[in-house]
C-alpha cells in the first residue's frame, strides 16, 4: 500500500524536527529518534519493513576498545 501524500509529509516533517533537535543537542538519543523517523520516511517508497527500536541495539553497533592495553597492569595509572 502507498502511503498518501499527507502520511509522507508528516513523516517528513517528523524526520526533519527530530534532525534538527539532535543537531542542536548532539544527544546519541535525539540522533537514535531522528535515525527511527528517517527509516519511518524511506520505508514508505521502498516498502521494507518498519524499523523497530530492537534494531538499533547498542551491543550491535559498538565496537569494544581494548582498554586493557592502554593502562597498567592492575588498572592504576602512574603519576
Given at each position: 500500500m502507498k502511503a498518501t501524500t499527507e502520511e509522507q509529509l508528516e513523516a517528513w516533517e517528523t524526520f526533519r524536527l527530530a534532525k534538527i533537535k539532535?543537531?542542536?543537542t548532539?544527544?546519541?538519543r535525539d540522533g537514535r529518534t531522528a535515525?527511527?523517523?528517517w527509516n519511518h520516511f524511506a520505508n514508505m517508497f521502498i516498502g521494507e519493513k518498519p524499523v523497530t527500536p530492537t534494531d538499533f541495539l547498542l551491543h550491535r553497533k559498538i565496537?569494544?576498545?581494548p582498554v586493557h592495553k592502554t593502562r597498567a597492569p592492575g588498572g592504576h595509572l602512574d603519576r
Open positions: 539532535a543537531d542542536k548532539l544527544d546519541f535515525a527511527i523517523a565496537a569494544i576498545f
